[in-house]
């Protein structure tokens, strides 16, 4: 079955980076736009970057453009996040997630969502 | 772009049925028929119940069901069971360059 297990979470100092990882298995990775998604504690989830198929487009939510970065390497099905300049606001679960698809075209929500990874972001 | 707007919390008996909203603007579920739905029970993965506002993915029982009504998308839950009880967290395309928005999520207690 569809899975994504994510990793790289852990305790960091604010200014400092920190880089996620979502492995992906049991579907064929280069066919599908992906996300990252947070929900920091109590709040709702909150959309933050998208990568398309073939990593030739990506788009950021405002509150992370210019300090994350999402990445993929197809050949290793695997998503990334590389997070720079981290602030206490950052701290939060991190899930990536596989943006579902039906006969080719999206269908604009995610299908499959990973367990998360905890970023928590204090001095 | 703002969070979209659920109650709370709903709670029902097995067996009832049981209603969330989600309540945004005509920039977001006004104008898309892109309302999604998520059940998410604490230190999971979410699962995707339902798409594009009214459909099933494979796989999800039929006592959950979408509608929309102008700026207002729902999710009702019939039959509740216990397995039910859980986060929900509607979703809506939103079309800018940042392009999804979420709900404020909704506790569903089954009593």
């Known amino acids: 079955q569809v899975q994504l297990v994510e990793s790289g979470g852990g305790v960091v100092q604010p200014g400092r980076s920190l880089r996620l990882s979502c492995a992906a298995s049991?579907?064929?990775?280069?066919?599908?736009?992906m996300h990252w998604v947070r929900q920091a504690p109590g709040k709702e989830p909150e959309w933050l970057a998208l990568i398309s198929y073939d990593g030739s487009y990506t788009y950021y939510a405002d509150s992370v453009r210019g300090r994350f970065t999402i990445s993929r390497d197809n050949s290793k099905n695997t998503l990334f996040l590389q997070m720079n300049s981290l602030r206490t606001e950052d701290t939060a679960v991190y899930f990536c997630?596989?943006?579902?698809?039906?006969?080719?075209?999206?269908?604009?929500?995610?299908?499959?969502w990973g367990q998360g990874t905890l970023v928590t972001v204090s001095s | 772009q703002s969070a979209l707007t659920q109650p709370a919390s709903v709670s029902g008996s097995p067996g009832h049925s049981i209603t969330i909203s989600c309540t945004g603007t005509?920039?977001?579920?006004?104008?898309?028929?892109?309302v999604s739905w998520y059940q998410h029970h604490p230190g999971k993965a979410p699962k995707l119940m339902i798409y594009e506002g009214t459909k099933r993915p494979s796989g999800v029982s039929d006592r959950f069901s979408g509608s929309k009504s102008g700026n207002t998308a729902s999710l009702t839950i019939s039959g509740l069971q216990a397995e039910d009880e859980a986060d929900y967290y509607c979703?809506?395309?939103?079309?800018?360059?940042?392009?999804?928005?979420f709900g404020t999520g909704t506790k569903v207690t089954v009593l």
């Open positions: 997630a596989r943006e579902g698809s039906r006969e080719g075209f999206s269908v604009y929500a995610f299908d499959y």
């Open positions: 005509s920039s977001d579920v006004g104008s898309y028929n892109l």
């Open positions: 049991a579907f064929n990775f280069s066919n599908y736009n």
């Open positions: 979703c809506s395309y939103v079309g800018s360059s940042s392009p999804y928005v």
